[in-house]
């Protein structure tokens, strides 16, 4: 089909004529479809109910340490869960720390450490004038909605193909002594599902950063979440790196299995160099006598160890594959051609990204709406929740069945044919 | 027996040598226990067993919300869990907040948020010159711990009978706007097993604070931990006693099932007011996508309900009870009349409070380190871990056998007994 750019005035009057008619079709079936929110499936969930029965009355409760599990004891996680996870991270175990259910709450903890105490010694940065952090967008907005809490400016780095754009980071970091931390989700990123590649990795571990204190906020979300056996992504592991480059303590890793076993009841984790752990673990012993040792021993028993973790999660992806492919599919088939819009085929995560022309993405949010269907709000993928080209849309197809999904996504083209038309019209 | 204070040199020699014996016999034993932690017992988790079989995988996992547990959602705790601890905290459902497995973690942010992002829009307490907290002393070290960590200026407030000495807090807290906190263990204190009386409450429930944002950290974490059934302890209801006074914001009230479920997988939360709890829930939906809700339902259908923890707690007082008795009885044949150190029966908790002759607390500590008995540090009772008169110790019955306790306690008594002989003898 031909860009609607291309089409005359009268033609595009009547194609929205056209799809009215449609929108009122499926507006008039009430439906409540919902894509906003990267929330497994119920599907998903029962993957994992054998977890439940793990750990029963007549189970020995003793981890390797020899540490009855529910008891106190073993602040920074049982050596089996550690273990697991490190592996998990491709890290050595004793390069990290388990914490409780959210890897969310160790990058605020993290956060609100640093402001406090500052990072192995350097001032708090509550006591400075001014802290600021990079943003590669579209990105994920818990990770904004933390540096905006603290009252941490955001500086907006564009993402491209191969990840952050390393030229702007590497002269802003080199440069500014405030910038103390850049959010990155190196893996199937949110939203657009992008690996950083080795060269982006590589030049991550180069950085010469102003500020002794900088830390690369590395949250590899999505680190074993594949969506294909054939065709995955490959990622560098950047503690490595930087230790290889002489910078060992530049970056804070974090992961959970919040969207391996239970997103409510998972076990999170961090991963640093000893000096930065070291510098974690004195904050830990003032904060907690240690997290929920039953779960990370529920966890490390089910899942046995990584090969288990990585069969378990090709369940995952039998369930997902079908869901991107349909949205995928639906883009394509309804939207290829039309230059209104712009979108990547991810190879695992959990979201597909969606660029419209500019200035429509709000509008597109609302349309959806008005058809029953929640989308992420436009903007959120960015700072502040301003996107300064009102363009970027997130689907999130993990949750809704695939037969919810195909209407879905018809509605969601439907809308952003109807809003593009309009955006058009004005401009001829 | 006579006082010791009271015997010639040379009956105090005399006495000595003998002790000395006793030492020596039972040091020769290489014996290992230990009375350092309030632990419970194998025995008293094993009481909580049937936890594990509450929630299996052909259970439903659906919460009173309509909410999947497993799977993101409810931020603040599920209905259930709220009203069980709600009941257990003697609130309201509503003016009650669930978290992870550590009400000390709840402190700790507490606290943490207070010094980022003040106290319901006061300045935040990093950006003072100075913040102060009141600590009835003896207390508990984790508290005192937390606001070291801070760099929070800790006053010492001798503790009554009857609770902190009210005449002096009322002072303070009412003169000095610095002061921002005191840290109170109203029920079964640690480490004294003092419950505040019902004028303490209402003192505390009138204080006119300097600063607005002076909060009572009121961590009732013994509240239903009697140890007989027929002499408890009440304890008014701070929250409510606050809100009849017209200062319903003036108190955080902070529990877990810590000792009631197990210690490391149990489930913690805060009671306040609706406007201390939006300004806590505005961090929390910041920092986390909510807490374990799988254990959550784990501890909310397991106890049903109040009256099944309350008769569960009788399991624990039956555990308790005998170990309690055996110190005291050691304590009250051995050192009775001698006046060289005094002690409190406690009804409830997990210590019992033990004051040497002055400036004898830590050689005793050793001493019975010695003979293989690990005590607390003497110290760990009073902030900054220094008691100024080097007298307090903390005896944590809790964890090993009555077997263990009879020897352990034989211990403590010939380490009281050498140590305050010597420091009579200097004095002579």
Not at 56 to 72: A, P
Not at 174 to 184: E, L, R, T, V
Request: glycine share 6%.
């Amino acid at each position: 089909m031909a860009a609607y750019n291309e089409l005359s005035k009268e033609e595009l009057l009547e194609l929205k004529n056209d799809l009215e008619t449609q929108f009122k079709e499926v507006k008039a079936q009430n439906l409540k479809l919902d894509m906003s929110r990267g929330k497994p499936s119920t599907e998903q969930l029962n993957l994992s109910m054998g977890m439940m029965d793990v750990l029963k009355s007549d189970s020995d409760l003793v981890c390797e340490e020899g540490v009855d599990c529910r008891n106190y004891g073993v602040l920074d996680g049982i050596k089996e869960a550690k273990q697991l996870l490190a592996d998990m991270m491709e890290v050595p175990k004793d390069n990290i720390v388990i914490f409780g259910n959210s890897s969310l709450n160790i990058m605020y903890d993290t956060i609100a450490r640093s402001m406090t105490h500052g990072v192995m010694g350097s001032t708090p940065w509550c006591k400075l004038d001014k802290v600021k952090f990079l943003c590669p967008v579209p990105g994920y907005d818990r990770h904004f909605a933390i540096t905006e809490y603290f009252g941490i400016e955001m500086i907006n780095v564009p993402m491209t193909p191969t990840g952050p754009d390393m030229d702007i980071v590497e002269k802003l970091v080199s440069s500014d002594p405030a910038i103390k931390g850049i959010w990155c989700v190196p893996k199937y990123s949110n939203p657009q599902g992008i690996t950083y590649s080795d060269e982006t990795v590589h030049r991550f571990a180069k950085l010469n950063p102003a500020a002794e204190d900088f830390r690369i906020f590395w949250d590899n979300a999505y680190g074993i979440h594949h969506l294909y056996e054939d065709k995955q992504d490959y990622l560098l592991e950047i503690l490595m790196e930087c230790k290889k480059e002489g910078h060992p303590d530049m970056v804070y890793k974090f992961a959970s299995t919040s969207k391996i076993s239970f997103p409510g009841s998972g076990i999170g984790a961090i991963a640093a160099s000893d000096a930065n752990l070291a510098d974690i673990r004195k904050q830990m012993k003032i904060q907690t006598i240690g997290h929920d040792k039953l779960n990370q021993l529920r966890h490390a028993r089910y899942f046995k160890d990584i090969h288990g973790m990585v069969q378990h999660m090709k369940k995952h992806a039998d369930i997902m594959r079908p869901k991107f492919d349909i949205v995928l599919e639906t883009l394509e088939k309804e939207l290829g051609g039309l230059e209104i819009g712009s979108w990547m085929a991810p190879r695992g995560g959990y979201f597909i990204s969606f660029d419209a022309m500019e200035g429509c993405a709000k509008a597109i949010v609302a349309k959806a709406k008005e058809a029953g269907l929640i989308m992420t709000n436009a903007g959120a993928t960015f700072p502040y929740g301003k996107d300064p080209k009102d363009s970027n849309i997130r689907i999130a197809p993990s949750y809704p069945t695939v037969e919810e999904l195909k209407v879905a996504a018809k509605i969601f083209v439907l809308s952003v044919k109807l809003v593009s038309i309009d955006k058009i019209l004005e401009q001829k």
